[in-house]
Structure formats: structure tokens, C-alpha cells
């Protein structure tokens, strides 16, 4: 049986980070086209409505540039159009120059949303769709909010919209429609042509040349992957079609297989360049600081392969049942150089500008010396600027863990 050329696991954290732009200190302006060149990097931002800090997109950009602030995004999607919003396996801010990729997106989801919203929402959004259209053209971008006057506006959860919100969020998906920009975080639709810049909207990829490049760009910023989480990256192919890709790669010598050791010890398959090893000897070793992630960090969203790498546990307690029970709290796990070193409990008090941390959880043989507590409290300082909060407040107990 023929044996696979190995990442060790410290090679493979270190390559991963290195391509997730968490292997260098968080320098830059973090604002106009440094801003737009790191959202392009990253390929794509989650957005996340949930503020117990600060929203994810908020926190993604942070950690990575210690100078970006929350007004900088908006510039960059509503007024310079370099990023656009719509789904990747979430809603997302995605860099612009990879809209005419979406087409194919947004055609594959008419029929799937067409079917399964209709079992799912109130009957009569489609035939509500003309009218939509009709008055955003005549009168202009809006909101749920200025559609379906005469609709039964429900308090019976997400799910259950009023035929005319779910109408433009199906125009939203389908292509007719775009996110125009953000008041707080409602979204505001215009007519794709009005917010869409002409060489992207005009652009036309076929189906293959898609695919092509949706495998290419999540390997680009993966570093090494299955077929699988090429598929997952983007959501912009199937499986099959991402297996297949990999196949005729390997097949003509563009692509190698490898085993990428996990941090338990566990070998498993992945695909990558044939420089991968040259790559991951080269990659930069993370600089100790620690720097506080979102849940939704592009490190972190696949959590089998977190987990795989760095024996962190978090896909499973993505918060503990005591926070989700009483708090509604996310647990935010911390990184120090290329190790995830614990998880902690907080939460913004905006009335008081205080963050107030309740909890921390170290991880397995990680110890809490001087050196490592000061450099947490710097990074909950910087956290805490993020989210407008002017000082930080700890549960009594801080001090002895």
C-alpha cells in the first residue's frame, strides 16, 4: 500500500492559520481598499445578527485588523460597492469581483426555494413577487417593513413572514434583487442593476469555469481540504461535482493527496498543491498574542475540521448549557499563536459600557500563568473598544482560575 506524503499536525495549524490571515499581527488600516483586499482574501465574511458582543462580521474583521471599526464595512458594501451580500453556506459579505459565480447560485436556489419555502412560509409570496418588483423600480430601495401594508404582520417567529417580505427575499436570493445597504441591521433591497457595478453585473461565467474556480479559490484560502469542504467552502457546488474536480487533479498531477495528522493523532485524506510542504515550512509561526474570535471566525465555521486540528472541542460546545439556558450566551473561544487555548463567557452591558466576563474555560494542560492572564486582559481591552465598552468587569471567581 502505498504511504501518503504527511502534514504533521503543527504544520497544518500553522498553514491553516497562515491562510486564514491569523499568522501575522493584526496591522492595517482596516478601512477602504485595505478593508475591501482583506474581505477579498477572506473570500467571503459571515453575518450575524446576534450582538452579545459585537456582531460576528464585526469581530471577523477585528482580529485581523486591530484598527477596523463597524462604520468602515458599510462604506465598503452600500457606498464603494467592493462587497456584496448574499449566501455562502450563511449570509455573507462577499468581495464583488466574484458576483458573475453567484449567477449559477442564485439560478440552482429558484427551484429549491420555489419548493420548499411554499411548504415552509405563508401561501402567496410568489404572486406577490410583480408587485414587489413593480414598487422598488417606481419608488425606489426598502425594507420588510414598506411592503404588504395590507398583510398580517405575525409575531409567530422568523419563519413566519408576511407574503411580501418573503417575496423580497426570495427576489433576494434569486438574483432580482440586492442588498442595497444596512440601517442597524435591517436590510434595504434595491434593483440588482442599481446596486450590482456594470463589469460584474454584465459578466457571464459558464457552469464548468464556475466550478473551476470555486475549488481553485476555497484550496486557495484552505491551504489543504477534501472534496467535501471544497463543496462546503463557497455553496457554490455540489459534492459530487467538487469530487469530481479533485479527481481529474490528481489525475493530471495539478493536485496531490496527502494525510494531514489531526491533533489526537488521527491521519486523514486531503487534497492539496504539490507545494504544500514548501508552503507550510515557509508559512509564518503565529505570533503569541491572543486574539478573541467569533463563533463564526472562517477558522472555526467547519468545526469536524477545528476540532480535527486543534483538538478543540467546540463544535459541540459552541456554548454550555448553563450560558444558553440563562444567558443566551455564545462562548468565545481564544487563540494564542496557533493554539486554541480556552473559551470564555461575556457579554456587552451597553447601558454601563462595562464587558462584563462571567466565565472562562481553559483547555485541557493549559495553565494560566502571569504572563499569559496579561495578555487575555489586552485582548478583552481591545474587544471591549470594539464593542463600544469603555472597561471590562470579571465574575468574582476570575482571579483564582
Same mark, same amino acid.
Given at each position: ?8 499536525? *503543527? ?60 462604520? *468602515? ?67 425606489? *430601495? ?260
Amino acid at each position: 500500500m502505498t504511504t501518503l506524503p504527511r502534514l504533521t499536525n *503543527a504544520q497544518a495549524r500553522r498553514l491553516f492559520l497562515h491562510h486564514h490571515l491569523l499568522a501575522t499581527r493584526p496591522t492595517g488600516l482596516g478601512k477602504g481598499d485595505d478593508l475591501a483586499a482583506l474581505i477579498h482574501n477572506l473570500g467571503f465574511v459571515q453575518l450575524d445578527s446576534i450582538n452579545t458582543v459585537a456582531r460576528a462580521h464585526h469581530m471577523i474583521l477585528h482580529v485581523r485588523r486591530q484598527s477596523y471599526r463597524a462604520p *468602515a464595512l458599510d462604506r465598503v458594501t452600500s457606498q464603494t460597492r467592493q462587497g456584496f451580500e448574499h449566501w455562502t453556506h450563511d449570509a455573507s459579505i462577499i468581495s464583488m469581483p466574484f458576483f458573475p459565480h453567484w449567477r449559477h447560485k442564485m439560478a440552482r436556489e429558484e427551484a429549491r426555494i420555489r419548493k420548499q419555502w411554499s411548504a415552509w412560509r405563508r401561501d402567496g409570496f410568489l404572486e406577490k413577487t410583480e408587485e414587489v418588483l413593480r414598487q422598488i423600480a417606481d419608488q425606489g *430601495a426598502c425594507c420588510s417593513a414598506d411592503v404588504g401594508a395590507d398583510e398580517k404582520r405575525s409575531s409567530g417567529g422568523w419563519w413566519d413572514w408576511h407574503p411580501s417580505k418573503t417575496a423580497l427575499e426570495y427576489l433576494w436570493r434569486t438574483g432580482a434583487l440586492s442588498v442595497c445597504h444596512r440601517r442597524g441591521f435591517r436590510k434595504y433591497y434595491d434593483l440588482t442593476e442599481n446596486v450590482i457595478p456594470p463589469e460584474y453585473l454584465n459578466a457571464r461565467t459558464y457552469l464548468e469555469e464556475t466550478v473551476d474556480w470555486a475549488c481553485n479559490a476555497a484550496l486557495d484560502r484552505l491551504g489543504f481540504a477534501t472534496s467535501g469542504e471544497l463543496a462546503n467552502f463557497w455553496d457554490l457546488t455540489t459534492k459530487e461535482e467538487a469530487k469530481t474536480w479533485c479527481a481529474r487533479g490528481v489525475a493530471d498531477q495539478s493536485l496531490i493527496e496527502i494525510e494531514v495528522e489531526g491533533a489526537d493523532g488521527r491521519l486523514r485524506k486531503h487534497i492539496a498543491r504539490p507545494d504544500v510542504f514548501e508552503r507550510a515550512t515557509t508559512a509564518p509561526e503565529p505570533p503569541g498574542m491572543i486574539r478573541i474570535l467569533s463563533p463564526f471566525d472562517p477558522a472555526l465555521r467547519d468545526r469536524k475540521r477545528a476540532e480535527l486540528l486543534f483538538g478543540f472541542h467546540y463544535r459541540i460546545e459552541i456554548f454550555t448549557p448553563e450560558a444558553k439556558r440563562q444567558y443566551g450566551y455564545y462562548v468565545f473561544p481564544v487563540l494564542e499563536g496557533a493554539k486554541l487555548i480556552c473559551r470564555i463567557d461575556m457579554k456587552c452591558d451597553r447601558k454601563s459600557e462595562k464587558l462584563n466576563v462571567r466565565a472562562f474555560w481553559p483547555e485541557r494542560g493549559v495553565r494560566m500563568g502571569p504572563g499569559r492572564r496579561k495578555r487575555l486582559h489586552a485582548a478583552l481591552e481591545r474587544t471591549a473598544r470594539l464593542a463600544g465598552s469603555q472597561n471590562l468587569s470579571f465574575a468574582p471567581d476570575w482571579q483564582r482560575l
